[in-house]
């Protein structure tokens, strides 16, 4: 259970993964821009990250064993078509579920978050359990960091920013604050 | 630049990769891998040439393969196709350089994730024929691999004041340890798109004050 508990915080502040480990930049950049939609792109993003964990831990206890030389290829192939039948399914049960994630299911699965978190958790040889906890913990990351971004740059629209600064050189150096906002956390693990 | 013509020739399709259509300062794509990466100049080259494998190596392929291809499954063929490029390039620096696949460990094979290569193959390789779609991406990748350069080698000077492992200032240096950390990514490459934003809005004034005065001396 600590042991649990240990990956879903080191992956939430610690090792955030577009902190930390610049996973999933494009949409961090790109889509930040409102805060309701940061919101709900950080939720769909989490969803898919728990459906990858699931797929990867398949795919490495039964079917890669013989054949680790496959393993990018298949990620993608099974990540990709599982995110697409869940997202035929959702539309079908719950429209309105649908209405609030589903514009983004396709888009996330391109994510490089994504397939980081499914080679991430097959390079440290995390179980069921601690693949699942990863990722959710990668998502609550992944939300966290987007809603602060968003927010501060829902702020800064009202300032005065010089306008050769402002695009995306604003926007990584902004990420580049907070990011190291985020490296005081370290400090919760170093006497472990 | 030569755009006489309005063809443009496989020379600029080579050349605009690297300043015009640069794909880190221009587009701004492919940052993930780049950003990870790049806390050391060795690192950044070795990046930037498995990423020049795979998009030369793919966009050949997607041109060459471009009639046969059906539309509606296109993007999941080029990702299969990017993707085993990506294989043969982890295993290859796996025999070759294990020490430097130990230190990009799983940002090599995310490669695959880096939206540039995908958006060439749709962007371009799949409407042109295999010399422009060869130029095209050695121009693209050569762009890449600059951009990784400056901001692996911008990294590792100003964090451990050292290029390729040579120490380049004295022992007063101190080294400015963020610059090799995660924050120091975003600030370097938030400052070097600044520069680049910078220079090209003066050479735009520039030839805009030489239009102005030429159209005054008729």
Redesign the interface.
Known sequence: MDNLLWIFISTLLVNNFVLAYFLGLCPFLGVSGRLETSFRLGLATTFVLVITALCAWVLNTYVLTHAPYLRLISFIVVIASTVQFIEMAIKKLSPSLFQSLGIFLPLITTNCAILGLAIFATNRGYGLLEGLTFALGAGAGFTLAMVLMAGIREETEIGEVPALVRGTAFNLIIAGILSMAFMGFAGLFSST | MATHSNKPTAYDELLKGLWRDNPVFVQ?LG???M??VTNSAFNAVVMGLATFFVLVGSSLLVSALRQWIPRPVRI?VY??II??F??VA??TLLALLPAAHKEL??FL??I????MI?GRQEAFASKHTVKFALMDAIGMASGFMLALFALGSVREILGEGKLFGLALFGDHFEPWV?MI???????T???L??IF??VT?RKREFLAQVAEQQAGNR
């Open positions: 701004v940052m993930c891998p950003l990870a999941s990702v299969i993707a085993t990506v294989t982890d295993y460990g799983a094979p995310l695959v994730a880096n939206c995908l963020i950390l995660p924050p120091g990514g975003f600030l490459l938030g400052l798109l600044l934003n910078w809005e």
